[in-house]
């Protein structure tokens, strides 16, 4: 058989285990495992010393998005691109939604703009409201390939939150559908109570923002969602989750066998509140707010335990510029502070990998099995791509990251590709990174450099696993 690329050599890292074999690929496909020697193919990589894991899936990401009066610095090519350097090969935003909107229309509309993505791509419907039209739209997206809904619990000034009573509908709705509702836990309520106890004492500083939006804050919101989805008898999957008091919850309901998946981010493993004492504390700024040293280590016992199944960067591509947009400056070139006035949202996207194979494998908190998890496998199972994408194996998208847990990088704006003229993890140092994206069969990152196709990303149809629905477990 004539093969297309063969990857001798390396350390292929599944979920569960790592193997040292050699990979063939036909086309867009992987389609053996084993030793290949004297075989012909067009081109053979030696990945000597190196660990090959499946591409990693971003499921949580926010470009071009309109929010609070800004709409992101990059394009969905862009995006790509800066993806693919983090061993990016699929990624999934949301519809932009509005009232009066057609989730339907618009996770078609969302799925048009990012057909200029150099990888693969979906959507993920998002709810504002439940008028009927919008919760009937629920089957049509299933059937479309989009099985998962994501609702705010909180932006109600911003017009995105969805109300208890959308939840609800929407919890039963994708329930029908085999479909799962992605929800960000923060109280609006507690949100908004406290924001305008700020504004009377006219202190609205960044680290007031962090004291408006506490642990309880998301906590409650966070039982209430879980509260529902046992009530419904649905799977639940919550974003960005900062804190051991969820995930405590989480490991109630995961006793009970409630189907309850847990996200969270590397900006809140890595990242902690004492930024927002900067000046420039307003570049931190982002929902749920981060958090402390304390709670970051419950994260990373959360992602040992099994507490939390998947990460997801919340990428937003807010520069400096939008960021400031709203702001004004006292007399000495100081910033007044008001938070209210800050886009909320960081950027995340190209270094997911990189700081979970670094504060992760490197520093012995975690397997490099538990990360191929944690970025690819149990992410292409929950959110309905496995086995087409999340695995190494024959019959599977050759969506691959080659990785060197020796290479040293400096994190800077500097060395991103994300456009983006600061970067928060300035000057942390990282071992372990990329060496080379592989998307559906084709090189899209080598030698630092980008060799991708514009356009070249095709929209993935999902349907998940009903058995993940049922049970809590993605085995
Ligand atoms: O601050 C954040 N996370 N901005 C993006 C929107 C969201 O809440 O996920
Ligand atoms: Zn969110
Ligand atoms: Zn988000």
Redesign the pocket.
């Known amino acids: 058989m004539q093969y297309d690329l063969i990857i001798k050599n390396g350390k292929i890292v599944s979920s569960e285990s790592t193997l040292e074999c050699d990979i063939a690929i036909v086309g867009e496909k992987i389609v053996a495992l084993g030793k290949f020697n004297d075989v012909e193919s067009k081109k053979i990589i030696d990945a000597q010393g190196k660990y090959i894991m499946p591409g990693v899936i971003e499921a949580?990401m926010?470009c071009q998005?309109p929010?609070q009066g800004c709409l992101g610095a990059n394009t969905f090519y862009e995006q790509s691109i800066s993806g693919a350097f983090g061993g990016v090969t699929m990624f999934m935003d949301f519809a932009n939604m509005k009232k009066g909107d057609s989730p339907y229309k618009q996770v078609l509309a969302r799925a048009e703009e990012m057909q200029e993505s150099a990888i693969d791509f979906s959507v993920h419907g998002k709810f504002v409201e439940s008028t009927e039209e919008a919760i009937n739209d629920i089957k049509k997206m299933a059937e479309a390939g989009i099985p998962t809904f994501k609702i705010?619990m909180t932006?109600k000034k911003e017009g995105v939150m969805s109300d208890d009573e959308t939840m609800l509908k929407v919890f039963e709705s994708a329930k029908e559908v085999n479909g799962l509702p992605m929800v960000?836990c923060e109280s609006n309520a507690i949100a908004e109570a406290n924001i305008e106890k700020c504004q009377l004492k006219n202190d609205m500083s960044w680290v007031n923002f962090a004291k408006c939006k506490p642990i309880l804050c998301e906590a409650e919101a966070f039982d209430r969602a879980v509260n529902f989805a046992e009530y419904v008898g649905n799977a639940l999957l919550v974003?960005?989750t900062t804190n051991e008091k969820a995930l405590n919850t989480a490991r109630r309901a995961h006793e009970q066998g409630l189907p309850i998946y847990v996200e969270t981010g590397p900006h809140y493993l890595t990242l902690f509140d004492d930024l927002y004492k900067n000046e420039n504390g307003y570049l931190a700024?982002?929902?749920?707010p981060l958090r402390n040293s304390k709670e970051a280590e419950a994260l990373w016992k959360g992602l040992q335990d099994g507490t939390i199944s998947l990460t997801g960067s919340?990428d937003?591509t807010f520069d400096i510029d939008e960021k400031s947009m709203f702001l004004e400056k006292n007399e000495d070139g100081t910033w007044k502070q008001d938070f209210t006035k800050v886009?909320?949202?960081?950027s995340g996207l190209e270094v997911r990998l990189p700081i979970l194979l670094s504060e992760g494998v490197n520093k012995g908190r975690l397997s490099i099995n538990k990360v191929c998890a944690l970025t690819s496998t149990n992410i292409a199972k929950i959110y309905g791509c496995f086995p087409q994408k999340g695995v190494i194996a024959p019959g599977s998208d050759a969506d691959i990251v080659i990785v060197d847990m020796e290479k040293e990088v400096i994190l800077s704006k500097d060395t991103l590709h994300n456009n983006i003229s600061y970067c928060l993890h300035e000057g942390m140092k990282i071992k372990g990174y990329t060496i080379m994206t592989i998307a559906r069969g084709k090189i899209i990152i080598e030698n630092d450099q980008f060799k991708g196709e514009k356009g070249r990303g095709r929209f993935i149809k999902r349907k998940i696993n009903s058995q993940y629905l049922k049970k809590y477990g993605l085995n």
């Not at 886009?343 to 960081?346: F, R």
């Open positions: 949580h926010h998005a929010f705010f932006y960000h974003v960005h700024i982002c929902s749920p919340d937003c886009v909320n949202g960081l």
